[in-house]
């Protein structure tokens, strides 16, 4: 099963069979409660937790869902900007399953690090990576903050005026402005966690999407040091890892990489290429997943459909039985 989220009108999550059949479809609602701007999705299968990014301007919350199969009720805010200001019109988060949670978020153009409490029903914010108080003593960052912006004072984003600044090339993210509209226009987006087995030892990874500098950055989340970045890429988006690939969605392709290893000196160079897809998406890809059977799915969110390919990358078909009501933004595939 599937778990959708939407980029314009569709207020709740829907889901979809592995067939591609929209499930309830007379009352699709999986969430007891509807949002603005639903984005990334996260499923802690050991409590039943679904983690729900709203990223609308007047909620940017993540909440936090219990339930099952196609029903969860909401439980919790499990971080809003109540509790930590950086939360601003957040797009993605991930999990380390050590307790803490990565959020990404556009208008403040930062990722913030967020412990999880006990019962998993509320986050609150680390202490400012340590690499950044490090290279900035006196510098004054957003409450969490493990990955910085490269500009600070954001169009509708007060809380950054006078917030520092981090060079891009020290792993401050990039940020493009909509003058005319006096907002931010392309900034951080995805977020994925990778635990890396390396000579036995297992070393922590994450992955950035830095849209707007056309790269993804990666970086150490235990002291938020930038430890690699990618080739450039054409608008890059959207994440995903598996079986020791990290794909990403850019423009009308899908790309992907090796995980790397940051740490062997003797690693190649960190490059992204196409996916040979068959036939090729004709639209912006945004979210990616596999399902139980090996099959990929991309999801084009600009045509209001998701291609399902087989594990070859081959044979691509629309996967939906009826047209999506609305642009897919986030993919989530769910076992049992």
């Given at each position: 099963?599937?778990?959708?989220?939407?980029?314009?009108?569709?207020?709740?999550?829907?889901?979809?069979?592995?067939?591609?059949?929209?499930?309830?479809?007379?009352?699709?609602?999986?969430?007891?409660?509807?949002?603005?701007?639903?984005?990334?999705?996260?499923?802690?299968?050991?409590?039943?937790y679904l983690y729900v990014v709203e990223g609308g301007k007047k909620a940017s919350k993540v909440?936090?869902?219990?339930?099952?199969?196609?029903?969860?009720?909401?439980?919790?805010?499990?971080?809003?900007p109540k509790h930590d200001n950086a939360i601003d019109h957040p797009f993605a988060l991930a999990f380390d399953g050590q307790g803490?949670?990565?959020?990404?978020?556009?208008?403040?153009?930062?990722?913030?690090?967020?412990?999880?409490?006990?019962?998993?029903?509320?986050?609150?914010?680390?202490?400012?990576?340590?690499?950044?108080?490090?290279?900035?003593?006196?510098g004054t960052f957003l409450p969490g903050t493990l990955v910085a912006s490269a500009q600070s004072d954001l169009p509708n984003a007060p809380q950054t005026k006078g917030?520092?600044?981090?060079?891009?090339?020290?792993?401050?993210?990039?940020?493009?402005?909509?003058?005319?509209?006096?907002?931010?226009?392309?900034?951080?987006?995805?977020?994925?966690?990778y635990n890396l087995d390396y000579n036995g030892a297992i070393l922590p990874l994450l992955f950035v999407v830095d849209e707007a500098a056309g790269l993804v950055r990666l970086y150490d989340p235990r002291t938020g040091q930038l430890l690699r970045s990618s080739n450039p890429l054409t608008a890059p988006v959207h994440l995903l890892i598996a079986d020791d690939t990290i794909y990403v969605g850019a423009g009308d392709q899908v790309l992907s990489s090796p995980v790397p290893n940051p740490?062997?000196?003797?690693?190649?160079?960190?490059?992204?290429?196409?996916?040979?897809?068959?036939?090729?998406?004709?639209?912006?890809v945004s979210s990616m997943a596999f399902d139980s059977k090996g099959n990929f799915h991309v999801a084009v969110r600009t045509k209001n459909l998701v291609i399902k390919y087989d594990a070859k990358f081959n044979n691509g078909v629309n996967w939906?039985?009826?047209?999506?009501?609305?642009?897919?933004?986030?993919?989530?595939?769910?076992?049992?």
């Open positions: 099963m599937f778990f959708v989220t939407f980029h314009q009108t569709i207020s709740n999550v829907y889901a979809y069979d592995d067939d591609g059949n929209l499930l309830n479809p007379q009352s699709p609602n999986v969430l007891n409660k509807d949002g603005d701007e639903l984005r990334g999705l996260y499923l802690e299968t050991n409590t039943g909440h936090c869902y219990q339930g099952a199969d196609t029903n969860y009720k909401q439980l919790s805010d499990f971080i809003s803490n949670c990565y959020v990404s978020n556009q208008d403040t153009n930062v990722v913030v690090a967020l412990s999880i409490s006990n019962d998993g029903r509320k986050g609150a914010p680390e202490a400012v990576a340590a690499y950044l108080t490090a290279l900035y003593p006196k917030v520092q600044a981090v060079k891009k090339e020290l792993g401050g993210l990039a940020v493009e402005l909509n003058t005319k509209k006096d907002k931010v226009q392309n900034s951080v987006r995805d977020v994925a966690f740490y062997d000196p003797n690693a190649p160079v960190w490059v992204f290429t196409p996916l040979a897809l068959s036939p090729a998406p004709t639209g912006a939906v039985s009826t047209p999506m009501p609305d642009n897919p933004e986030f993919l989530l595939y769910v076992t049992g």
